[in-house]
Structure formats: C-alpha cells, structure tokens
C-alpha cells in the first residue's frame, strides 16, 4: 500500500426507519456516502444496490451512537468497517470528486478490518426515492469470498457491540461534535 496515496474508508451500520450499512470514501475532505440496504458481500458474483446520499464531514468517521429525532436518519449507529483505501487511478487521487463521480465507475483497493481487496461502484442510469443508483461489487481477488460478511462478522471494530447492543452512553450524535 501506498501510505502516501491512501485515504481512509468507513462503514457505518445504521439501524433507522430501516437497516442499512452507510459506504464512506474520503475524497476532498469530506466522506462521499452510499447507503446499502443490504451491507457489502465479498462475494464477486453477487452486485449490491446503492444510494448515493448527502455527503458527510470528516469528523463523522469516528461516531458510534444514537442519532435522535424521529425522522429517516434517527436510529443508533456503530462502526462496523474502517480502514484506508488506494483508488485505482492514482492520478486522479486528487480531484476524486471531478473524476470519479462524474465518470460514474470508482474503482479502489480496501485495507480494512473485515473488507479487503480490489471493489467497483458503478452508476447506474435509474434513479430511486430522488437519488442516485450505484451497484458495489467486490472484484475478484485473494479477498474475495462466498457468505454474508454483515451477517457473518456483526460486530464494531471499535467497541465489539452490534448495532443493537448500542444505547445512549456510547454517544448521542451532535453535529457540532463532528466537524
């Protein structure tokens, strides 16, 4: 790995109006979201709906939780994956937002703790519920896997619990805490 070149990655399951895990890639100082209905699968055959959704500050990276209220985004939250990540075409490393997301194909190398290897985000041409529609697919590689890796491997790397093990102590999400 490139330590000059790599850029940290997080994955946040979240338990809101439904479950989720919430796909992260640093890119120009912010974390470029997806939320996957059905978490990632190591395995290449199988390709993983995704919504492109609001972009995060950095700080969000490290949160583990309960997001109050009672809308969409209420719900408690652990960190399931993080590490860091090499995109593909290092060139373009710096200008992530112009290059990749415009072109619509991301390809990056993980260096997590649970996900690892060579992956692909595609855009597609539908929209869902307003937005954008990506597919995740792991790429086949040493890393790559038959299995449920979300079902298989439940827990944070950060504090061991499952995200309904979560309650209140662990952190209430205040956005003035994270930026």
């Not at 692909?120 to 937005?131: A, D, F, H, I, N």
Request: contains cysteine; negative net charge.
């Amino acid at each position: 790995m490139n330590k000059d070149k790599s850029l940290l990655f997080v994955v946040q399951q979240h338990q809101a109006m439904f479950m989720h895990w919430d796909f992260r890639l640093e890119m120009d100082g912010v974390l470029v979201s997806w939320s996957i209905p059905d978490g990632p699968c190591t395995d290449p055959r199988t390709e993983r709906l995704c919504f492109r959704v609001e972009d995060h500050v950095y700080g969000y990276k490290d949160f583990e939780g309960i997001i109050p209220g009672n809308d969409y985004s209420s719900g408690k939250v652990i960190i399931w994956d993080r590490g860091e990540y090499n995109p593909h075409n290092i060139e373009a490393a710096c200008r992530l937002h112009e290059t990749w997301l415009a072109a619509g194909r991301l390809e990056f190398t993980l260096y997590g703790e649970k996900l690892n290897g060579s992956w692909l985000l595609t855009r597609t041409p539908e929209k869902m519920y307003g937005e954008e529609t990506w597919l995740l697919r792991k790429v086949q590689d040493q890393y790559a896997a038959g299995g449920e890796i979300v079902q298989e491997c439940p827990r944070s790397v950060v504090s061991g619990k499952t995200v309904e093990e979560v309650t209140a102590a662990d952190g209430v999400f205040n956005l003035d805490n994270y930026k």
